[in-house]
């Protein structure tokens, strides 16, 4: 099971850092990403660390966002910074271990129920 918290609203330029918690699951043995869906828009793939620790960022948050996994609290964190309106979604954590592109949702097989981020502009 993975629980993702850390959301809420805040004003553009700001920051948050969600957080997401695995139980029953080791999350360094997963691929752990990120991912989000806006109103009326397709879920859409925000970061990515892989089980060997490398991190990959779509390229509309590189630069602002990092994410980071601390296997000592089974947890993966993603810090976003500079936030903008358009960075307002549900953001959903995810763990895999299959095939294919690190950014597509298909690869991730376990998924939090997802936490609300809204930045007012």
């Known amino acids: 099971q993975l629980q993702a918290s850390g959301g809420g609203l805040v004003q553009a330029g700001g920051s948050l850092r969600l957080s997401c918690v695995a139980s029953?699951?080791?999350?360094?043995?997963?691929?752990m990403g990120w991912f989000r869906q806006a109103p009326g828009k397709e879920r859409e793939f925000v970061a990515t660390?892989?089980?060997?620790?490398?991190?990959y960022y779509a390229d509309s948050v590189k630069g602002r966002f990092i994410i980071a996994r601390d296997n000592t609290k089974n947890t993966v964190y993603l810090q976003m910074n500079r936030l903008k309106s358009e960075d307002t979604a549900v953001y959903y954590c995810?763990?895999?271990?299959?095939?294919?592109?690190?950014?597509?949702?298909?690869?991730?097989?376990?998924w939090g129920q997802g936490a609300l981020v809204t930045v007012s502009s």
């Open positions: 995810a763990a895999g271990s299959g095939l294919g592109i690190l950014s597509d949702a298909r690869r991730y097989d376990y």
């Open positions: 029953g699951r080791t999350v360094s043995t997963y691929d």
């Open positions: 660390i892989s089980s060997s620790d490398s991190p």
